[in-house]
């Protein structure tokens, strides 16, 4: 299976340096976002996606269906592919990395979940993936996702270097998921 795998396009949470896992929050794409998953949209044009999947977020559905203007195929949510839950909900992000500075890997701050629980919950989803029989499809996350995705697929990087990998808005990958 050929899997690509997107950041969603920028946001006005992103541009307000605000945390947010909560799907009724009013976060969407800015105009930069918006730019950002067309210029996406127009580089996977030519890919014969079978379907896209996204998270329950909004800012990943706005981002799906621009790039979907191409395909036109099934956008579908998966709870899996959620941002981490941090519990700092609508707060500075500043504010949460300073709350897990202690045990980055391991804290869970305000009923959220720590790093370690949401990369579980990722490796879950791509333990789901290799069941589907999809030729190529696109799954539209988050950084923190992201950031799961590109440590084993590509290998060679350690939990606690896991918040070193940055993946910018509308940024993709692409691999091959052997079933």
């Known amino acids: ?7 969603h396009g920028r946001t006005n949470y992103n541009d307000l340096g605000l945390c ?6 009013d976060v969407y794409l800015t105009g930069a976002g918006i730019a950002q998953a067309e210029t996406a949209a127009q580089q996977l044009r030519n890919i014969a996606l079978s379907r896209i999947l996204v998270s329950l977020l909004p800012r990943t559905r706005q981002t799906a269906e621009i790039v979907n203007r191409y395909h036109a195929v099934p956008i579908e949510v998966h709870a899996d592919l959620a941002d981490i839950r941090s519990g700092f909900e609508s ?3 500043v504010n949460y990395f300073a709350a897990i500075d202690h045990d980055p890997l391991r804290a869970r701050i305000n009923g959220g979940e720590s790093l370690l629980d949401h990369k579980q919950r990722v490796l879950r989803f791509i333990d789901w993936l290799r069941e589907q029989p999809d030729d190529t499809l696109l799954v539209v996350a988050h950084e923190e996702t992201m950031r799961v995705f590109i440590a084993y697929f590509e290998g ?3 939990d606690a270097r896991l918040r070193d990998i940055h993946i910018g808005n509308c940024e993709y990958r692409h691999y091959v998921l052997t079933r």
């Open 156 to 158: 060679g990087i350690e």
């Open 20 to 25: 947010n896992d909560d799907p009724v929050r």
């Open 1 to 7: 299976m050929h899997f690509y795998c997107m950041r």
């Open 91 to 93: 707060q500075p992000v």
